[in-house]
């Protein structure tokens, strides 16, 4: 089983200051993990993933995500933050060795507030 | 290239009435995915298709039922529509392998009373 968690609801960050948005997963495997935006009223977006190699991984409009294994966590970061950042965040994990159908478990999502 | 793209994007049922929601995408995707989003619980996977005339359930498959007739399209079927089925719903698609990462559609809106 695969499973992911978001433990904030809401995160608020004033602009220009750094930011960061928490995810911790759980698989029977080795993860693979991912990260997507979604702005109102819209589909979600891919932002970054964690495959293999370099733990830390860059992504779209200048976010980054660190995979951590001992504490298994995947954390969204940003060091300078834009009110146009301001969306729901979710991280998303699915296991590499046991998975048939590349099958994604979200977890519950992050509202990111930048103010300005 | 149009992506995933949902038909329709909103609609309103009563209960008891049926409706079908289409996917399409051209990339050529063998796996694609229906969700249904509720606010604070994230996106559920409800079916799923690995190919062409294959679908499986996911994790939340009740009242629903899904085709995948051509490799391009993926359709997602409310036989008797419940005010429970009340949601957002997003269609995805992926390769089977690299680069995993799936692809969404625009969402359709359904509203049931």
């Known amino acids: 089983a695969q499973s992911v968690a978001q433990p904030e609801d809401q995160v608020n960050v004033a602009e220009g200051n750094p930011l960061t948005v928490k995810c911790t997963y759980s698989v029977s495997g080795n993860p693979y993990l991912f990260w997507y935006v979604q702005y109102p009223n819209r589909g979600l977006q891919f932002l970054l993933k964690y495959i293999t190699g370099d733990n830390l991984v860059k992504g779209s409009y200048g976010f980054e995500a660190e995979f951590n294994k001992s504490q298994t966590s995947f954390h969204l970061k940003k060091p300078s933050a834009l009110v146009s950042d301001s969306a729901l965040y979710f991280c998303a994990v699915r296991d590499r060795d046991n998975n048939a159908g590349n099958m994604l478990t979200f977890g519950g999502g992050t509202r990111l507030m930048v103010k300005p | 290239n149009a992506g995933v793209t949902q038909t329709p994007k909103f609609r309103v049922l009563k209960t008891g009435q049926s409706m079908t929601l289409l996917c399409a995408q051209d990339m050529n995707h063998e796996y694609m995915y229906w969700y249904r989003q509720d606010p604070g619980m994230g996106l559920r996977l409800i079916h799923y298709s690995v190919g062409e005339g294959t679908t499986a359930k996911g994790e939340v498959p009740d009242g629903y039922n899904v085709s995948r007739l051509k490799k391009q399209n993926f359709l997602l079927g409310l036989e008797s529509a419940a005010p429970s089925q009340t949601s957002v719903y997003f269609c995805?698609?992926?390769?089977?392998?690299?680069?995993?990462?799936?692809?969404f559609g625009p969402g359709t809106r359904l509203t049931v009373t």
């Open positions: 995805a698609s992926s390769y089977s392998g690299v680069p995993y990462e799936q692809y």
